[in-house]
T-cell receptor, first 115, second 114 residues
Framework: DQQVKQNSPSLSVQEGRISILNCDYTNSMFDYFLWYKKYPAEGPTFLISISSIKDKNEDGRFTVFLNKSAKHLSLHIVPSQPGDSAVYFCAASGRYGGSQGNLIFGKGTKLSVKP | KAGVTQTPRYLIKTRGQQVTLSCSPISGHRSVSWYQQTPGQGLQFLFEYFSETQRNKGNFPGRFSGRQFSNSRSEMNVSTLELGDSALYLC?????????????FGPGTRLLVL
């Protein structure tokens, strides 16, 4: 049973517009969420994170929003650039038994930003 | 600071063989986690080591094992390789492996089992 879901396998956006990537989770024990970007043949690169005590975190062009009641988070990229084209993974962790060092990942959304 | 390094980057083995992969964490990081990435299953947690002890283990068979050395470097071993073990193996390090800590990933080792 997937605890972290990214329901859109792919997303295509025009350069300069906003990209919105979505993620849903089922485990209410999760209290820390991260977004990673991955290019082919490379490891995931950390982008931005958010703690469950916040509902928004911003870093440059990247903003993550968390809606705890809906168990939903989203990553906004504004403005989108062709170099943002990659697979984006949502990940979660929590303070429960068996959680040490274990990030639970969604299956990723492939973002294509067209010039 | 140097990032997480993994060796080798690519590996080809045949069924029944065994393989050892190596990971050097970011300096000062004591927690090393291993993940398997396949197209169908995404990134799945294998195990986590902290101070030379395995603290956590995912749902993988006993053929998958690991260890950590006193300098925090880690190795993972897969014995009796199967075709389905073909995957990208990623290691990630963090300072303590606690919830709320960011994990930083290496470039991965691409394993192909023929």
């Amino acid at each position: 049973d997937q605890q972290v879901k990214q329901n859109s396998p792919s997303l295509s956006v025009q350069e300069g517009r906003i990209s919105i990537l979505n993620c849903d989770y089922t485990n209410s024990m999760f209290d820390y969420f991260l977004w990673y970007k991955k290019y082919p043949a490379e490891g995931p690169t950390f982008l931005i994170s958010i703690s469950s005590i916040k509902d928004k975190n911003e870093d440059g062009r990247f903003t993550v929003f968390l809606n705890k009641s809906a168990k939903h988070l989203s990553l906004h990229i504004v403005p989108s650039q062709p170099g943002d084209s990659a697979v984006y993974f949502c990940a979660a962790s929590g303070r429960y038994g068996g959680s040490q060092g274990n990030l639970i990942f969604g299956k990723g959304t492939k973002l294509s930003v067209k010039p | 600071k140097a990032g997480v390094t993994q060796t080798p980057r690519y590996l080809i083995k045949t069924r029944g063989q065994q393989v050892t992969l190596s990971c050097s964490p970011i300096s000062g990081h004591r927690s090393v986690s291993w993940y398997q990435q396949t197209p169908g299953q995404g990134l799945q947690f294998l195990f986590e080591y902290f101070s030379e002890t395995q603290r956590n283990k995912g749902n993988f068979p006993g053929r998958f094992s690991g260890r950590q050395f006193s300098n925090s470097r880690s190795e993972m071993n897969v014995s009796t390789l199967e075709l389905g073990d073909s995957a990208l193996y990623l290691c990630a390090s963090s300072s303590g492996g606690r919830a709320g800590e960011t994990q930083y990933f290496g470039p991965g080792t691409r394993l192909l089992v023929l």
